[in-house]
């Protein structure tokens, strides 16, 4: 188990080094550098999100060795067409290979890590998993702002590029397994969490991508947002253990995650009225805050079903991503609207959130 454990947490470092460094800096690189407009950055997470689900749509069956070594290469794609190809095909060409990401690392590697043997609770597992990418963001994206200030963007898309090879390379030394993604089995498994995880994936909109697309318009300046994206990874890592903890010991999630919804709720409705630096900051850091607590305890909802796990983030996957994807699709027309506010973007967010809420509630198997 021990030795299952640290090959985990290896591949997943060898993926968030590249991630954590250089992801936070490709929203202020397409808008700050290349001159794309909100909407046209917004139809680029669009593209992710469509990629996503039509290839959650084809895959049928994946080798995990297969999976990550292409993960890998995708990666290395990815910041090279940000780096040395920033054309406008270039750029849907980047941003569809990190879809292809999504399904092939996240995909497969949330089947590997929920798997493995554990005497903790979902919610604790959760954690747990959430803690790794967290840690690693309160350091790496100061150096990549760093990185950005002396070398420019386009060397530090570069060196991530160099970097995500790792990826490759642990996927080649891991053993491999077989998952099973067809989309009639995992839709299947997906019975009473669909609708939920749909609308989760309206709320995770907001700290996927909207935040960091709005935080260029308030932290124009690398090192700024840099510092903007270590103090937004840092919020309540230690209470999201504790939470977590106490969920899994009382057995309990809708007593936890509701008061999170209203306050995320708050959070949202406060980060799209923001007018400069500060109330940005403060609405979106207390968004972060919020969803860091709530995150495990979303992801324990759908484990606690206790289905087959590898359809089961197959389906989570899918459903997630429809979410963006209409999420995103949404803000774009609140941009059509009113094109002068780029705060105004997190709004759906909130109507994920209240949605959620009245879903969850009529879900009497969730305690």
Request: glycine share 6%.
């Amino acid at each position: 188990m021990k030795k299952s454990f640290a090959n985990a947490i290896t591949l997943y470092l060898s993926f968030l080094l590249p991630f954590s460094l250089a992801m936070p800096f490709v929203p202020l690189f397409i808008v700050s550098n290349l001159g794309l407009s909100l909407f046209q950055a917004l139809l680029l997470y669009a593209v992710t999100f469509l990629g996503v689900v039509a290839l959650l749509f084809l895959v049928k069956a994946v080798d995990s060795r297969v999976a990550f070594v292409c993960s890998g290469l995708a990666f290395f794609l990815h910041f090279l067409l940000l780096a040395f190809f920033p054309s406008w095909l270039g750029l849907v060409a980047a941003f569809f290979l990190f879809g292809f990401l999504i399904v092939f690392f996240w995909g497969v590697y949330n089947c590997i890590f929920f798997s493995l043997p554990t005497s903790q609770g979902n919610a604790t597992s959760s954690a747990v998993y959430f803690l790794v990418p967290k840690l690693l963001a309160i350091v790496l994206p100061l150096a990549g702002g760093l990185a950005a200030i002396y070398f420019g963007l386009s060397a530090l898309f570069a060196i991530a590029a160099l970097l995500s090879l790792g990826l490759s390379l642990a996927g080649l030394l891991l053993p491999s397994r077989k998952f099973d993604f067809s989309l009639g089995k995992s839709l299947e498994n997906a019975k009473g969490f669909r609708t939920l995880v749909f609308f989760e994936g309206w709320i995770s909109a907001s700290g996927f991508f909207l935040i960091p697309l709005a935080s260029v318009y308030f932290f124009p300046k690398p090192l700024d947002l840099g510092l903007f994206t270590a103090v937004f990874s840092l919020s309540s890592l230690a209470a999201m253990f504790f939470l977590a903890k106490y969920s899994d010991s009382n057995k309990t999630r809708k007593k936890y995650v509701f008061p999170l919804l209203a306050l995320l709720l708050l959070s949202i409705a406060l980060a799209s009225m923001a007018k400069n630096p500060f109330e940005w900051a403060a609405a979106s850091l207390a968004f972060g805050f919020l969803f860091t607590l709530a995150n495990p305890l979303f992801l324990a909802v759908v484990l606690d079903k206790k289905a087959k796990i590898d359809s089961t983030m197959a389906s989570r996957e899918l459903f997630l991503n429809l979410g963006r994807l209409s999420c995103a699709v949404t803000s774009l027309g609140l941009l059509l609207a009113f094109q002068s506010n780029s705060a105004l973007i997190v709004l759906p967010s909130a109507f994920g959130i209240l949605f959620y809420s009245i879903v969850l509630h009529t879900k009497k198997w969730v305690l």
